[in-house]
């Protein structure tokens, strides 16, 4: 994460809008709400605002509820001075705003823990990445240190709240992680008080699209690894992570509607450490450049936003996920 803090500095001054992804999740708007408030109080004249691309979760709006979060669905990018995007690895994850950032003069700033993507670094100013991280709220905290500003009470309890949901509840994560973890809780917010702010009920449509992915879920032997494909309209990440919690070692789980298909993938651990296999890289990124659209993720998590038919994604999902360990093997 190279880069001159004198030139984000600069950046980050007069008419700034931080963009969130689509069902926006608490590392999402917990970094761009801590972002926004280091720009502020770096450049007190600033005025930000964070854009909701395409809505939050049920859990990010409990989120941005209790902390006081202001978001907005609106915005003009044609007068923004900056444009900062967060917690996205391409432009696709931000619905119809994607073209209009991508067409606009202003300069932008990528902050992200997700695998780079090419067309993502060709249009970015900055772009601040750490694949290490387990957050991109734990990548915005660095930059509070960087500029020697301590976080308030809320801002930091904002920043455990994006740490804790995408470390998994503090389940995960490296040292540098849990130092964060220890330095925040040292100004503000428990551990259970975060752990409660992120406990919540499934509702019934989850449920339902978790029962109905394995339902019609289809299993893959490759090579003794279990890889398993189903498809449902809504809740593609949730119904992955059921099935990894079922047992299989790769879930694919494709759905959406007629504009758009998304893809979530998930594996274990230990087909990671016993293949090699990087979800983000080797396979999110090829299917959304195949599909017409991005992919990218993590070694264990990724994503993909493009158009055209779920089946034959999943489809060539497994042939590049049977490619990878059958080479890994052959080795």
């Not at 992200?112 to 670094?121: C, E, G």
């Not at 409660?196 to 449509?205: F, H, K, N, P, V």
Request: one cysteine or more; glycine letters at 10%; charged letters at 20%.
């Amino acid at each position: 994460m190279r880069f001159h803090p004198d030139a984000l500095r600069r950046l980050i001054s007069g008419k700034v809008l931080l963009f969130c992804h689509h069902n926006a999740d608490p590392d999402a708007i917990c970094s761009a709400y801590a972002f926004k408030e280091l720009a502020k109080t770096l450049n007190p004249t600033t005025e930000a605002k964070i854009i909701l691309t395409g809505g939050a979760s049920s859990l990010s709006k409990r989120v941005t509820e209790n902390l006081g979060i202001e978001t907005a669905n609106d915005g003009s990018v044609a007068e923004a001075d900056a444009l900062i995007i967060l917690d996205a690895a391409t432009l696709t994850q931000l619905e119809d705003w994607g073209e209009k950032i991508a067409g606009a003069d202003a300069p932008k700033v990528f902050i992200d823990h997700h695998a780079p993507h090419p067309s993502t670094l060709r249009l970015a100013t900055i772009y601040l990445v750490d694949e290490e991280a387990t957050s991109t709220c734990e990548i915005v905290y660095a930059l509070y240190q960087r500029y020697g500003v301590t976080p308030s009470t809320n801002v930091a309890r904002a920043l455990l709240t994006g740490i804790a949901y995408d470390s998994k509840h503090f389940t995960i994560g490296t040292a540098e992680t849990f130092k964060a973890v220890s330095e925040l809780l040292e100004i503000g917010g428990s551990i259970g008080e975060v752990v409660g702010l992120l406990a919540s009920d499934m509702d019934r449509s989850e449920r339902i699209a978790r029962l109905k992915a394995g339902q019609r879920m289809q299993i893959h032997d490759v090579e003794g690894w279990t890889v398993v494909t189903t498809h449902v309209g809504s809740f593609q990440a949730s119904a992955a992570r059921a099935l990894i919690g079922l047992g299989a070692d790769v879930a694919v789980v494709s759905g959406g509607d007629k504009k758009t298909l998304r893809a979530s993938l998930r594996s274990t651990e230990r087909l990671h450490e016993g293949t090699s296999i990087h979800l983000g890289r080797d396979i999110a990124a090829p299917l959304g450049g195949e599909f017409g659209g991005a992919g990218s993720g993590h070694a264990t998590s990724a994503g993909v936003n493009a158009v055209g038919s779920p089946q034959a994604m999943l489809s060539r999902a497994v042939e590049l996920i049977s490619v990878k360990i059958k080479e890994k093997q052959s080795g």
